[in-house]
């Protein structure tokens, strides 16, 4: 097993032992707020989704949510050889992913001449995605980017390598007007922060970076190639930030890039997109929701820049 995916499984149980007890009550306010969050994402062009409504009870059927993606050595793409999504019974605390047989088959199948990274989480756009203990711990600005972002999955019709970029700037740039909305000045600076650290800035390092480790596998064998790119990412002080510790170990670096690319990509375009329309949100969102299921990385760029020179305020 990589290292990385040790520490990926090792991490929801250390952070369980530390966690605090969720109450009745705790699960109901986090209902309260996916209500609210929900009737102001409607308000902005987000459908409103069955996602993250209901709170999870002990003894009742629950899934996590595992993704494995997987490219080929020395490629860094949105394009990927695969995507594997398994849908796990237990919460990510309880299950040991590697140990379910759809997952062994996949390891096996790409064992030899693919990276492969993997992400397994109590939370997706699944309509069986639950209000869990570990989403009632988490930070209320996360609470609601996650809701937000995950609800945009359903009206975004883009193919999933431009919908999750896509999804997580209008994520972001939705938190922070949730937080303006309700005036919550605390919410609204820790949004527009993360805006910055897990959105913008990445995504500008991200794409920058990317250009270059290309260059990289295609003038070094493949394990110098790599040694050289994880030593490369601390030159880019935004998306090592996004992404250690796992740039720490020597795993393959292809997959997570390319994982990264598919959620970082179009951030930065987003945001700029945004500023340009002085925050006009809902145009942006009504104009994402008319982007076809078919389209290539060129038509869609064609189709942001064709908006951003016909948009009037």
């Not at 998306?239 to 179009?266: C, F, N, Q």
């Amino acid at each position: 097993m990589h290292s990385f995916m040790r520490g990926l499984l090792l991490a929801p149980i250390f952070l369980l032992a530390c966690a605090r007890v969720v109450s009745h009550d705790d699960f109901l306010r986090t209902e309260q707020l996916s209500r609210d969050v929900k009737k102001f994402g409607e308000s902005i062009g987000i459908d409103s989704t069955k996602v993250l409504t209901k709170s999870y009870k002990k003894g009742e059927r629950v899934f996590s949510f595992m993704w494995i993606w997987v490219q080929k050595n020395g490629v860094i793409s949105a394009e990927l050889v695969d995507r594997v999504y398994i849908k796990i019974e237990g919460l990510v605390e309880d299950t040991n992913p590697l140990e379910h047989p759809r997952v062994k088959k996949t390891f096996l199948k790409y064992s030899s001449g693919y990276s492969l990274f993997y992400r397994h989480e109590n939370q997706s756009s699944s309509t069986d995605s639950l209000i869990t203990p570990s989403f009632v711990r988490e930070r209320q600005r996360r609470q609601v980017e996650v809701i937000l972002h995950e609800d945009l999955h359903h009206s975004v019709g883009a193919p999933y390598r431009i919908d999750e970029s896509i999804s997580t700037a209008l994520g972001h740039l939705a938190t922070v007007k949730f937080f303006e909305n309700i005036g919550d000045a605390t919410g609204l600076e820790e949004a527009k922060s993360q805006l910055r650290a897990t959105c913008r800035g990445p995504s500008r390092d991200l794409n920058t970076f990317v250009v270059r480790a290309r260059r990289l596998f295609a003038t070094f064998p493949l394990k110098e190639a790599r040694s050289r790119i994880r030593s490369m990412i601390r030159s880019y002080p935004s998306y090592y930030r996004y992404r250690w510790p796992i740039t720490k170990d020597g795993s393959p670096v292809e997959a997570m890039l390319s994982h990264d690319l598919v959620y970082l990509k179009y951030c930065d375009s987003i945001v700029e997109l945004y500023e340009h329309t002085g925050g006009d949100l809902k145009s942006i969102i009504t104009f994402v929701r008319t982007i076809p299921d078919e389209i290539t990385d060129e038509e869609f760029e064609d189709l942001l820049l064709s908006f951003r020179v016909s948009y009037v305020r």
